[in-house]
């Protein structure tokens, strides 16, 4: 990629949206009012606002290396207290995709330096779903299970904290689970039960 291309995209683009409506970055300049937090993957090939179709301002998104949803993550705590309480968003989705790096690396039983701590967190989402993913022969087919799994507690990570169970309680704030199937560009609902995942443990963060 020649970096001196990016700008010329860039005339090109601001060319574009001008012709379309010449009033388009004037109405960008007046603030967002999102009604969608997006947490996915740092992944380059996964765009969040492209694979749903949406535009500047419709949608509120965090990335960062398997959608992670850690409490002691200042910058994902911080964008979802900043989307709930502030922006009022209505949804919240934690997409993972197949053939996710970060997940696969977790797989690996090896020293993986400064990244070791964040994998741990997968690791620990595996440890917990061992008894069905060691059950499963095909390793591809594992490795797709895990990234469900990570996607779904991670929902459960954003289901526990304060702000969004307040939201709920007060507006009815829905958490969604999805997953990008890279090979077929498909988004996937994983339909995850919330309320059976979470009647054994709420009674232990549960805040309000």
Not at 25 to 33: D, K, R
Not at 86 to 115: E, R
Not at 142 to 168: F, G
Request: net charge neutral; proline share 1%; charged share 25%.
């Amino acid at each position: 990629m020649n970096i001196k291309q990016i700008f010329k995209n860039n005339d090109e683009w601001i060319s574009e949206k001008l012709k379309t409506d010449k009033k388009y970055f004037e109405n960008l300049y007046l603030g967002q009012s999102p009604e969608i937090l997006y947490i996915g993957c740092s992944d380059s090939r996964v765009s969040a606002e492209e694979l749903m179709g949406v535009k500047p301002g419709e949608v509120f998104v965090h990335r960062n290396i398997a959608n992670m949803v850690s409490n002691i993550d200042l910058s994902a705590m911080s964008v979802v207290t900043y989307a709930v309480t502030h922006l009022k968003v209505k949804h919240i989705i934690v997409c993972g995709h197949y053939y996710c790096g970060g997940v696969k690396a977790a797989m690996q039983s090896s020293d993986l330096g400064i990244l070791n701590p964040w994998l741990r967190n997968i690791r620990d989402v595996y440890r917990l779903h061992k008894d069905e993913l060691n059950f499963i022969v095909n390793e591809e087919e594992k490795y797709k299970r895990l990234v469900e799994l990570n996607v779904q507690e991670q929902c459960v990570n954003v289901i526990k904290t304060s702000d969004v169970q307040k939201a709920y309680s007060e507006r009815q704030l829905t958490v969604h689970g999805w997953v990008f199937d890279i090979k077929t560009g498909k988004l996937i609902d994983l339909k995850i039960d919330f309320d059976n995942i979470l009647k054994h443990i709420m009674e232990i963060y549960r805040i309000i």
